[in-house]
């Protein structure tokens, strides 16, 4: 007898159910790890591929960092030359302004003006003579108080200052925009 015979046939028929049930759920384990192996594998190279773009990046990112750090360290190197240049200039004019007021003060320089020469002295103007003892050649001149004198130095002083420090300005701007 066979085995076949032996087990009736609504038996046989669950038999065969389930040996298919367990042949297609072994299938379909396989196909998942099947699947889940090629999906493991796409996605460590996905992994992969973001973490060279990652690191593409971030060297690119620590380079153009280093430029930046380099380009304001020549900018601020520029500006401290062009700074010391300008103070450099401004104590030179400071000490030349104070060595004329010096000499002003000691009467061993004095200032004088230019006279018109179309206005005649019988106009009330300051007389063009010189001195006894001096020879005036060119253009008549009048000599200035020694205090007014210290007050035109004064002024000049000054401006020459203002236009030291606009002089320093321009160059920080020209600086800044190049």
């Not at 990652?54 to 601020?76: C, F, G, I, S, Y």
């Not at 019988?122 to 004198?149: C, F, K, M």
Request: with cysteine.
């Amino acid at each position: 007898m066979r085995l076949g015979e032996l087990i009736p046939a609504p038996y046989r028929l669950l038999a065969t159910r389930v040996l298919l049930v367990v042949l297609v759920g072994g299938s379909a384990a396989i196909t998942w790890r099947v699947q889940d192996w090629r999906f493991g594998k796409q996605l460590a190279e996905q992994a992969r591929l973001h973490t060279e773009i990652l690191n593409q990046l971030a060297v690119a990112t620590v380079a153009q960092q280093r430029a930046e750090q380099d380009k304001r360290l020549a900018l601020e190197q520029r500006l401290a030359t062009s700074e010391q240049t300008h103070y450099r200039a401004l104590s030179d004019a400071q000490r030349d302004q104070g060595r004329l007021r010096d000499r002003l003060a000691t009467a061993d320089l004095r200032l004088s003006v230019l006279l018109d020469a179309t206005t005649g002295a019988d106009n009330g103007q300051v007389s063009a003579t010189t001195a006894t003892g001096g020879v005036v050649h060119g253009p008549a001149r009048a000599e200035l108080d020694p205090a007014h004198a210290q007050r035109i130095i004064g002024v000049t002083d000054d401006g020459d200052r203002g236009l030291i420090a606009l002089a320093a300005c321009q160059g920080y701007v020209r600086e800044l925009s190049r």
